[in-house]
Each structure stands twice: as structure tokens, then as C-alpha cells.
């Protein structure tokens, strides 16, 4: 289940969490012509966010990764809530230091 928030760094309010692309514009599509007259407020963030709030754009590609992995196992669970298990968390770290681990081997014993 994919989330998304609208910000608009004028009025710094955050909207609620949405569930589709189309629900994400017409969030911001709101919020520009109740608040603003229609004009596009400098800086607004519109995008993806993970099970914590936290915009994907804004994450590195390695936090990225975590979190798609903890958002997705996550979602085994519950797919509508926000934030992760501890089980799920852990398990992200776990597949991605097991991979970097496998990696590793791989690599080393081709040398
Ligand atoms: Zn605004």
C-alpha cells in the first residue's frame, strides 16, 4: 500500500496520510485554492512517504531501501497503519546486511 502527503511550506501544514495519486493532487489542489487563490506556494512537497511520515525522496538511497523493505514487510501485518514492527525493522536490516554480506563473499572469492 503506497502513501502519500502534500506540504505546503508556506502555511507549514502537512496533509492527511492518502492512499492514491489521484487523491495526493487533489489534496494539494484543495489546499492551493481555499488557501492561496490557486497560486502554487514556493517549495510545496507533494510525494511518496513511508510507513513514518518520512518523504522517500528525502531519504538516502540506502535508508530508502530499509524502509521500502520494513514498509513492505510491514504491510504483511496491517497495510492500512502507519509505522513499522519491530520485527519488520529488524528484518530490513537483517535482508540488507545479508545481502551485503553475500555480496561480499561473492565478490572476494571471484578474486
Ligand atoms: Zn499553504
Known sequence: MRRYRYRCTICRTTSPVVHQLDDLAAEGQAHRHAVHGGHTPDDEIAGQIDRLGRWYAALSPLIALHARIA????????????????????????????????????????L
Request: aromatic content about 8%.
Open 71 to 110: 514498509d513492505g514487510l510491514s504491510d504483511l501485518r496491517d497495510d492500512k497503519a502507519m509505522g513499522h514492527y519491530w520485527w519488520a525493522t529488524a528484518g530490513a536490516t537483517l535482508i540488507l546486511g545479508s545481502s551485503a554480506g553475500l555480496i561480499l563473499l561473492v565478490v572476494s572469492a571471484a
